[in-house]
Structure formats: C-alpha cells, structure tokens
C-alpha cells in the first residue's frame, strides 16, 4: 500500500501564490504517474496537472501558464507550485499516484486533501 498527505494549502488573494507538496509512504517503488486533482464544491472530480516518472506532464487549460508540477522520483514525492490564483482555483486539492506510467493511468492511490481558498 501507499499513503500519500499534501501539504501547502491555505488562504491566498487573488494573484498571489501557493506551493502545494506530496510526501508519499509505504511501497513507493510502485509508483509511476503522480498528479494533482481538485474539487470545488458542488463540482466533480478533475484533474490539474500529472506528471509522469519520465517528467512528462499535462495541464488542465484552465492552469496551463500559472501551474508547476515537479517531482522528486527517488523520493516519490510530487509538487505543484500555483501563480497568479484566481478564485476560480479554490478547492480541495487532492495527491494523486498511479502504478501505471502514462499521464491518462487511472489513480490508484489518494491523499485525504489540502483545501485551497482564493480570495477576492
């Protein structure tokens, strides 16, 4: 098994900016593709920004120019570091690790959230 706990989230104004981080336990060597995922209230599941073991990546549009991921692979850790926030960027962000090595590899394991609040 693997567990996964973000950390970084907070309270931010609008413009400013957050790096949210992923420390992954357990039987990290069956980690591929790690990812960030958010969800709104009232809003499903997406995804934000996957990066694979090879540092290959993809960005939902909606972040692509003011998101970062990066990885650390030997220590199977994961983070994404968020400029120029918008109100629109508040959710709970969510650590995400897959066995698979694609960036479209289902998520296998989750971290319990880190909320992010953008304020006007």
């Known amino acids: 098994q693997v567990q996964l706990v973000e950390s970084g989230g907070g309270l931010v104004q609008a413009g400013g900016s957050l790096r949210l981080s992923c420390a992954s336990s357990?039987?990290?060597?069956?980690?591929?593709?790690m990812g960030w995922y958010r969800q709104a209230p009232g809003k499903q599941r997406e995804s934000v920004a996957r990066?694979?073991?090879?540092?290959?990546?993809t960005y939902a549009d909606s972040v692509k120019g003011r998101f970062t991921i990066s990885r650390d692979n030997a220590k199977r850790t994961v983070s994404l570091q968020m400029n120029s926030l918008e109100p629109e960027d508040t959710a709970v962000y969510y650590c995400?690790?897959?066995?698979?090595?694609?960036?479209?590899?289902?998520?296998?394991?989750w971290g319990q959230g880190t909320q992010v609040t953008v304020s006007l």
């Open positions: 990066i694979t073991s090879g540092g290959l990546t």
């Open positions: 995400g690790a897959s066995r698979g090595g694609s960036v479209f590899s289902k998520v296998d394991y």
């Open positions: 357990g039987n990290i060597f069956s980690i591929n593709t």
